[in-house]
T-cell receptor, first 113, second 110 residues
Framework: DGGITQSPKYLFRKEGQNVTLSCEQN?????MYWYRQDPGQGLRLIYY???????QKGDIAEGYSVSREKKESFPLTVTSAQKNPTAFYLC????????????FGDGTRLSIL | RKEVEQDPGPFNVPEGATVAFNCTYS??????FFWYRQDCRKEPKLLMS???SGNEDGRFTAQLNRASQYISLLIRDSKLSDSATYLC???????????FGTGTQLKVEL
């Protein structure tokens, strides 16, 4: 089946630790995105990538890093510099970056131990 | 003013009712508009795109009013399974950057 796969579903981070969230898509989409969702808030854009080997900061990029070495993969690293990392992280993709709807993976819940 | 504003609800309606949600957006240069549905602790799923001429998909009708900068979603003959949070989403930046409203919660009851 074509789709977007995020892993793990649940992740626990210790203080001072970096963790990486995986996002893979087999839809042959050019564009990929990372959002976080906090209770009672809308989704906020962390990073996005319009094409392989290119990415831009979103609205809340501080404390996060990404890479886009392959078209199908867009991993997100939550670094120790992110002081409030507990959230629901959602990866999305779209055919390209021209006003297309985005389709989401089923998310990763990150919590601090 | 928030870029995308929605009434958070909850809207509690009986099964079979017609319910309408409105959403306003602040960026007049916005190019595309969507409604997503999000179930509790799940990912958002695209419900429908919203076109200038209005569009319908079964029991769902979406309207766009560019002059007043609002979008609406009408659900007819509500089902229990329609209970969810409905997110108004606007594309108002380069690179297909979407801005999400905080969502309107719908509860359909027997």
């Amino acid at each position: 089946d074509g789709g977007i796969t995020q892993s793990p579903k649940y992740l626990f981070r210790k203080e001072g630790q970096n963790v990486t969230l995986s996002c893979e898509q087999n839809l042959n989409h050019d564009a990929m995105y990372w959002y976080r969702q906090d209770p009672g808030q809308g989704l906020r854009l962390i990073y996005y990538s319009q094409i392989v080997n290119d990415f831009q900061k979103g609205d809340i990029a501080e404390g996060y890093s990404v890479s886009r070495e392959k078209k199908e993969s867009f991993p997100l690293t939550v670094t120790s510099a992110q002081k409030n990392p507990t959230a629901f992280y959602l990866c999305a993709s779209s055919i390209d970056s021209s006003n297309q709807p985005q389709h989401f993976g089923d998310g990763t819940r990150l919590s601090i131990l | 003013r928030k870029e995308v504003e929605q009434d958070p609800g909850p809207f509690n309606v009986p099964e079979g009712a017609t319910v309408a949600f409105n959403c306003t957006y602040s960026n007049s240069a916005s190019q595309s508009f969507f409604w997503y549905r999000q179930d509790c602790r799940k990912e958002p799923k695209l419900l429908m795109s919203v076109y200038s001429s209005g569009n319908e998909d079964g029991r769902f009708t979406a309207q766009l009013n560019r002059a007043s900068q609002y979008i609406s979603l009408l659900i007819r003959d509500s089902k229990l399974s329609d209970s969810a949070t409905y997110l108004c989403v606007v594309n108002s930046g380069g690179g297909n950057k979407l801005t999400f409203g905080t969502g309107t919660q719908l509860k359909v009851e027997l």
